[in-house]
């Protein structure tokens, strides 16, 4: 699977994920600060999915 269709199921996924958190929210009218960050949490997934299949055990380049 290329890393562009994994993108998009993640991306969709989170997308409906964080609007059923935020009417979650609203049903208990809990505030919360809500600051957007640099990646979207769709972007972050990814990049956490490709790297437990890329098969490294860390980011570091010295421990390969």
């Known amino acids: ?3 562009i269709a994994i993108f998009c199921a993640i991306d969709d996924f989170c997308k409906g994920f964080e609007s ?3 009417q979650h929210l609203l049903e208990f ?3 919360l ?3 957007r960050g640099e990646l979207c949490l769709g972007e972050i997934m990814t990049i ?3 790297f437990h299949l890329s098969g ?3 980011f570091n380049s010295n421990s390969i």
Do not use: A, F, P
Request: hydrophobic fraction near 20%; charged fraction near 35%.
């Open 48 to 50: 956490v999915v490709g």
């Open 56 to 58: 490294y055990q860390t």
């Open 29 to 31: 009218s809990l505030k």
């Open 20 to 22: 059923c958190g935020e």
């Open 33 to 35: 600060r809500r600051r």
């Open 1 to 3: 699977m290329d890393t």
